[in-house]
């Protein structure tokens, strides 16, 4: 009998912890809808999806702190126009994780370092337009050639460089942007 009751008390809190995830995960989901519509009209972080110009109806943003592909992804979730995205460095990162959102999202790839021919290898076939530059500044002057009206280019390296920090990429990012 005891063991009867013991069962039937589980099963009605396992039912409970069900419930009760349920209406969180629907408060959370709408509460997070309403947040990213809130937050929308922010100044961001610098260096972290931020807003740098708008030249010939293209959007420039600067997201040099996007040093993983996670932190790529989560930025690609939150655009909607089509994309030039400017990624890579020195570092020897697993890119496959973006293949889908690539798909999606980008219209040309501009590689910078010496992560080229990895990110050749993991989007050919996904993207249409993969080049390579050899600096900061040659990726935003072919961006700029490249991109279109209503294109947004997104400089989200993906990838810890050696060579320079977040800050420094996103700063030369961000003068070469207001060259143009």
């Known amino acids: ?19 009760a995830s349920g209406i969180s995960s629907k408060i959370v989901e709408i509460r997070n809808e ?15 999806q931020q807003y740098i110009d708008t030249i010939d109806g293209v959007l420039y943003y600067d997201d040099s702190k996007a040093e993983s592909v996670n932190a790529t992804w989560f930025t690609f979730e939150n655009i909607i126009n ?56 040659e990726a935003v002057s072919m961006a700029s050639i490249i991109a279109e009206e209503n294109d947004l280019v997104l400089f989200s390296p993906a ?6 920090d977040y800050t420094e990429r996103g700063d030369r990012f961000m003068k070469e942007v207001k060259k143009l």
């Open 82 to 137: 089509p994309v030039v995205w400017i990624v890579g460095g020195s570092c020897h990162n697993n890119y496959s994780e973006l293949i889908d959102t690539a798909r999606k999202k980008v219209r040309t790839i501009i590689s910078i370092g010496n992560e080229h021919e990895s990110i050749k290898l993991t989007f050919q076939g996904v993207v249409k337009e993969i080049h390579a530059a050899n600096s900061i500044e």
């Open 34 to 48: 309403n947040i990213k519509r809130c937050m929308g009209d922010f100044d961001s972080v610098p260096h972290r």
């Open 1 to 19: 009998m005891r063991y009867l009751f013991a069962k039937a008390e589980t099963l009605r809190k396992q039912r409970s912890e069900n419930m």
């Open 159 to 164: 990838c810890k460089d050696q060579e320079m």
